[in-house]
């Protein structure tokens, strides 16, 4: 079985190499590209069709709640996982009515975001996606 | 004395003017003026004993009555008028303070019988008109102030209390009333309005700027330290799992983030040396961690010594130069920026010159004119100089931008005494 192709998408530059460094001991999950924006989010969700995406809500251009119906409008078979340092009691339901899969707070991420991202897929099965290459963010 | 009265006072019919005594005209005179006075500063209160002590030397000395009423009407500080309510509202008489007041004769005012109303000022005629009629209906005294226009044109604001007289079977016969020229008062009360609401609407922008301060410091927190620790912890928890060397060397680095993180916070809260080390050394260290952060050259000039300053102007300072670099560093693409605090016997004064690409025109105008908006620290900056009563200037073109400002200092406070040295990087009292 092909690997799991995970789109990341946070402005903090620590925060995605960290996450990127948690997923790449599991082989069954590819980082397929990172993005640090809304914009540069909906571009890289387009053309990478991710399987899952894991989305911050503190954006620089837009909140991650107002970008996710737009990914879920070009990639609708992709899989979004809220990913926030926000409090989860407020922000999980919101998250959820707005088209979210998953709300992982960046507090438990090492004990939590793995089995959100296997619940997120084992929903919807594996599909393949367009290209198997990690693509890197292009802003700064 | 100078005869004055321009018409007969007494209306046609002397039936029913011989049923008005010359004393209660003269106890109507006292009671007007009296509920004037009263709510008067102590001079015109003065004026009204004054009145009413000549009322009463006149009523018992019983001389020529109409010649000691018009010399009461005549000395006391206001517009006195009598008009006819029988033939429309006509006046009758009015004191020769018209002139004083309005730059029209008694014989002009009584000549034009509606000269009074087209003098009246246009948004007070409607009020008039209510109030006038309130009068005549209920027979309750006139109270009120109205702007009447002198014959230059200039406003002038008359307090007037008026009272309606009735001939003996209730129909009405004349008004009798007092005029008192209030424009100072006036005046008074409008600055005194506009220093309020300049009060307020610098509350409410004191108000907006600790807010958006506040918002800035949770951005910071959130967006920053909170980050970091987000990645710190995370980075922990999988080396827990499996050490790895890479993971150590990325923790570490974001340790050192942190660390910078939370002082430049420190700095925007309050800049931690300025209380524990004066300015001087709080500012050579600042602009130090700012060449280091930014590697852009600064060249900085202070004084050898400074008078202990008012905590205010300290911060002033400080907080213009942290703006000033931070607007260098994210606008001005410069290389390198010059700095330098002058101190003066009753000034002080900061120059922070960056040799940039400048503030655009219509930006630098804007600024100018407005003063408000492009970039909350510049217009924080000129507030917290104007609230110390200092001045506050930007110079920009293209070789580059100057913010110069200059605060007074207390004249208690003279170079020579209560100094502050900075030698060697250590700042010390002498």
Known sequence: MRPVRILLVDDHEAVRRSIAALLRIHPDYQICGEACDAREAIEKAKRLLPHVVLLDISLPDMSGLEVLPQLRAHAPSCRILIVSQHDALHVRAEARARGAEEFVSKASLGSDLLPAIQSAVSESGEKPGRDERHEGRVCP | ?430
């Open chain 2, 1 to 430: 004395m100078a005869t004055l009265v321009h018409r007969q006072l007494d209306p046609p019919g002397a039936d029913k003017r011989t049923k008005e005594s010359p004393a209660k005209v003269q106890d109507l005179l006292g009671e007007l003026a009296s509920r004037f006075f009263s709510s008067q500063p102590l001079e015109r209160i003065e004026n009204a004993r004054w009145a009413t002590n000549l009322a009463n030397w006149v009523h018992a000395r019983q001389p020529e009555p109409e010649l000691m009423y018009r010399a009461l009407v005549e000395q006391i500080p206001a517009v006195v008028f009598v008009a006819y309510l029988d033939e429309g509202m006509s006046q009758a008489y009015v004191s020769p303070q018209i002139e004083a007041a309005l730059g029209f004769s008694p014989g002009e005012w009584l000549k034009d019988p509606i000269l009074w109303y087209q003098q009246l000022h246009p948004e007070d005629k409607g009020r008039w008109s209510v109030e006038a009629a309130q009068m005549f209906l209920t027979g309750k005294p006139l109270t009120s102030a109205y702007r009447v226009l002198s014959r230059q044109g200039r406003v002038v604001w008359f307090q007037c209390d008026a009272k309606m007289i009735r001939h003996s079977d209730g129909s009405p016969w004349f008004i009798l009333g007092v005029g008192f020229d209030i424009t100072e008062l006036k005046q008074t009360e409008q600055a005194l309005h506009e220093r309020t609401e300049t009060l307020r609407s610098l509350s409410t922008r004191l108000l907006e700027l600790q807010d958006q301060e506040r918002r800035r410091i949770a951005r910071e927190l959130h967006d920053g330290v909170g980050q970091c620790l987000v990645a710190l912890k995370l980075n922990f928890e999988m080396y827990e799992q499996q050490p790895r060397e890479e993971l150590w060397a990325e923790s570490k680095g974001l340790l050192e983030q942190c660390l910078t993180d939370i002082r430049n916070l420190s700095y925007l809260l309050h800049p931690p040396l300025l209380d524990e080390a004066g300015l001087l050394l709080a500012l050579k260290a600042y602009v130090d961690g700012f060449s280091k952060r930014s590697a852009i050259e600064a060249e900085l000039s202070l004084p050898e010594v400074l008078p202990e300053l008012p905590k205010g102007v300290e911060i002033a300072i400080f907080r213009v130069l942290q703006e000033s670099l931070t607007n260098v560093i994210r606008h001005a693409h410069s290389k390198r920026v010059r700095i330098v605090l002058d101190c003066h016997p009753t000034t002080i004064g900061l120059t922070v010159e960056d040799f940039g690409r400048g503030i655009q025109p219509e930006v630098l105008q804007t600024l100018r004119t407005s003063g408000a908006r492009p970039g909350i620290g510049l217009t924080g900056m000129q507030e917290r100089v104007s609230e110390l009563g200092g001045s506050f200037s930007i110079t920009s073109g293209v070789d580059g931008t100057e913010v110069a400002v200059t605060l007074p200092l207390p004249t208690a406070s003279p170079l020579g005494s209560n100094l502050i040295a900075i030698d060697a990087g250590r700042q010390k009292r002498r």
